[in-house]
């Protein structure tokens, strides 16, 4: 079945500093890729859309300078928290999805806690 | 818009009783249906999905849902509780409309002895 790697899975920063998670689709092409946050014991919030080679699509309220998408190829998505406070600390988890898109559902990575220390 | 409604957010059951997690969607389109589930520190793992085919949809670890039109709804149901069925599951609904996946609160189950 569809794997998606998600790492780190856990990381702990200093404020100021950027931190970047990564996201792979291991075994197909994942057109478009999604990043979420989920705040405890809540549900997950998308944050932004990311189709290979474009720019990525932010949801309403979410910062595009604070927290830059790269997807710059189908197996490969990249989330950057820059300067990051302790406010972002969260659970940070992407998705993916191939061409053939909702038959198959979204395929989730496994989630990155971010602490800001 | 689409949206989904999942009734309590936390159900508990004895082992070996019937799980009914209940989830009522909101679209203006034919949707589609997922239910995911979450353990701790971890991602989210499909369970099952309704996308216009049969109403009645089985997934894994025993799990199944009913896609009911006139009620609006896809619960998910389980004739038997394991103790490793504890976790957070989530409801979700996608329409092409909106082309993203938009959940539920999400429903914590907890198995009792």
């Known amino acids: 079945g569809a794997v998606v790697s998600q790492h780190p899975s856990r990381v702990i920063c200093k404020s100021g500093t950027s931190v970047k998670i990564e996201c792979r689709s291991l075994d197909f092409q994942a057109t478009t890729m999604f990043w979420y946050r989920q705040f405890p014991k809540q549900s997950l919030m998308l944050m932004a859309t990311s189709n290979e080679g474009s720019k990525a699509t932010y949801e309403q309220g979410v910062e595009k300078d604070k927290f830059l998408i790269n997807h710059a190829s189908l197996t490969l998505s990249t989330l950057t928290v820059t300067s990051a406070h302790p406010e972002d600390s969260s659970f940070y988890i992407c998705?993916?999805?191939?061409?053939?898109?909702?038959?198959?559902?979204?395929?989730f990575g496994s989630g990155t806690r971010l602490t800001v220390v | 818009a689409q949206s989904v409604t999942q009734l309590g957010s936390h159900v508990s059951v004895s082992e070996g009783a019937l799980v009914l997690l209940r989830c009522n969607y909101s679209s203006s389109v034919p949707p589609y249906l997922f239910w995911y589930v979450q353990y701790p520190n971890q991602g989210l793992q499909l369970l099952l999905k309704?996308?216009?085919?049969?109403?009645l949809v089985k997934g894994i670890n025993g799990f199944e849902a009913e896609f009911k039109k006139s009620e609006t709804s896809f619960h998910l149901t389980k004739p038997s509780a394991h103790m490793s069925d504890a976790a957070e599951y989530f409801c979700?609904?996608?329409?092409?409309?909106?082309?993203?996946?938009?959940f539920g609160t999400g429903t914590r189950l907890q198995v009792t002895l």
């Open positions: 998705s993916a999805r191939a061409r053939t898109a909702i038959n198959y559902g979204y395929t």
């Open positions: 979700a609904v996608y329409t092409g409309t909106a082309s993203k996946l938009t």
């Open positions: 309704y996308t216009s085919a049969a109403t």
